[in-house]
Structure formats: structure tokens, C-alpha cells
């Protein structure tokens, strides 16, 4: 998102907003293993840093809440700081203007304060969220600006690819060297192997293929 659209994200940012990170590709970091959520994580940092620079925030929310136990160590081995949330806005599940705002200030006032989860790709969250602020307001509630001392430094490699993206600019080719053979290598072919007939070739068929012979795709660099 952040590269397919790096003018929203500069502009939040001269907005005086604190940006931390969510993934490449928003997967379920509970299911998708310690390797991947490596990657996943590392990945969305680098596309965040390669828009703005060094002004990501160390902040970083798990897709779905769904953290474990490694993933979370994790984070915080990479000097993260996790960020959950208090009041679910419900702006996701199909909820209407009037729905969305009730929901959040019920919750609000029993909890009495919290960090409220919006969706910024959701109509009715842009519809709905200037009426909330303005009740925050009537209601006496204060909306706190979470900031950071420092920047979270993404992978040096991985910024520069998507800044060349971000620019057009054609990755740098890589040369493939053939492998080298001995002189005097030849091979060798006995009488009995001559004599051997052919396999007869079978027709190809797709049957048995494994069905997860395409994931390998799905969620690499978009």
C-alpha cells in the first residue's frame, strides 16, 4: 500500500502523524511461522522507510491482533514496540455510519480511555470519524500523540530495491557464471548402455501435481 500510493503516506506524515509498521502483505503472523513473519515484518518497514526515510516509528501492530509467543519475542528482540488496541471501531464488519459511532463511544465510556482501531481504507471510517472527534471533544477526552525517541532502520538492501520501485528504475542484473568442466572430462558410455532401448516418453499430465505448488508466489514482492 505504502508504495502503490506514497503520496497518502507523505502526506500523513507532514500531517504530524507517527507512522510505525503492519506487514507486507497483512497475513496472519500466528499461522505463517517464525521465518515468514521475519520477512513480513522486515519487508513492511523497508517499504515504509523507502517513502519517507528514516522517520518510521519502532511501532508495529500484528494483522488480525494475531501475535505468538516467537514472533512477539521477536519484535521486541528488534527493539519493537508492540502496539494492541483497546476499542475495536467495527468499521470492517459491514457496520453503517450511525453503527460504527455508537459502537465506538459505548465502548469508550465504559472503558473510559483506550487506543480506538480505525481503518483509513473503509468509507464509512472518513464518513464517521469527524463526528467521533467531535464528541471526544464535547466529552472532555483528549487524544494522546504517541511519539518516539528514535527511527526503526529497515534493511539497507530491501529500501533501496523499493526506492528503485518507487523511482522505475530497472533492478540491477545479475551475471550468472556457467559452471567450469575439467579439460579431458568426457563421459563415458559402455557397450551394454548402447544396447539399452530408449523409456518410451509418457504423455504429461498435471494429475498429482501438488495443489500448493503456487503459494510460492502468492505473497512475494508485489
Known amino acids: 500500500m505504502a508504495l502503490i500510493r506514497p503520496g497518502i503516506l507523505r502526506d500523513t506524515l507532514a500531517r504530524g502523524h507517527t507512522i510505525g509498521g503492519h506487514t507486507w502483505s497483512h497475513p496472519n503472523l500466528r499461522r505463517a511461522g517464525l521465518a515468514r513473519s521475519k520477512r513480513e515484518i522486515g519487508k513492511g518497514f523497508a517499504a515504509l522507510e523507502a517513502v519517507i526515510g528514516p522517520r518510521v516509528a519502532p511501532l508495529f501492530r500484528f494483522p488480525y491482533l494475531a501475535e505468538s509467543k516467537k514472533t512477539l519475542?521477536?519484535?521486541?528482540?528488534?527493539?519493537?514496540?508492540?502496539?494492541?488496541?483497546?476499542?475495536?471501531?467495527?468499521?470492517?464488519?459491514?457496520?453503517?455510519?450511525?453503527?460504527?459511532?455508537?459502537?465506538?463511544?459505548?465502548?469508550?465510556?465504559?472503558?473510559g480511555r483506550g487506543i480506538l482501531l480505525f481503518?483509513?481504507?473503509?468509507?464509512?471510517?472518513?464518513?464517521?470519524?469527524?463526528?467521533?472527534?467531535?464528541?471526544?471533544?464535547?466529552?472532555?477526552?483528549?487524544?494522546?500523540?504517541?511519539?518516539?525517541?528514535?527511527?526503526?532502520?529497515?534493511?539497507?538492501?530491501?529500501?533501496?530495491?523499493?526506492?528503485?520501485?518507487?523511482?522505475?528504475?530497472?533492478?540491477?542484473?545479475?551475471?550468472?557464471?556457467?559452471?567450469?568442466?575439467?579439460?579431458?572430462?568426457?563421459k563415458t558410455v559402455t557397450a551394454s548402455q548402447r544396447a539399452q532401448p530408449k523409456p518410451k516418453k509418457r504423455p504429461s499430465s498435471s494429475i498429482g501435481r501438488s495443489s500448493t505448488d503456487w503459494r510460492s508466489s502468492v505473497f512475494g514482492t508485489q
Open 73 to 111: 519475542a521477536y519484535v521486541k528482540s528488534q527493539d519493537i514496540a508492540s502496539i494492541s488496541i483497546d476499542i475495536d471501531s467495527g468499521d470492517t464488519r459491514g457496520y453503517g455510519v450511525s453503527r460504527v459511532i455508537s459502537s465506538t463511544m459505548a465502548q469508550l465510556r465504559r472503558r
Open 119 to 186: 481503518h483509513d481504507s473503509k468509507l464509512v471510517t472518513v464518513r464517521a470519524l469527524p463526528q467521533i472527534l467531535n464528541r471526544l471533544a464535547k466529552g472532555g477526552y483528549r487524544v494522546v500523540h504517541l511519539e518516539t525517541t528514535s527511527p526503526h532502520r529497515a534493511d539497507s538492501d530491501l529500501v533501496a530495491r523499493y526506492r528503485r520501485r518507487l523511482d522505475g528504475t530497472p533492478e540491477p542484473k545479475t551475471k550468472t557464471r556457467k559452471p567450469k568442466v575439467a579439460k579431458g572430462l568426457r
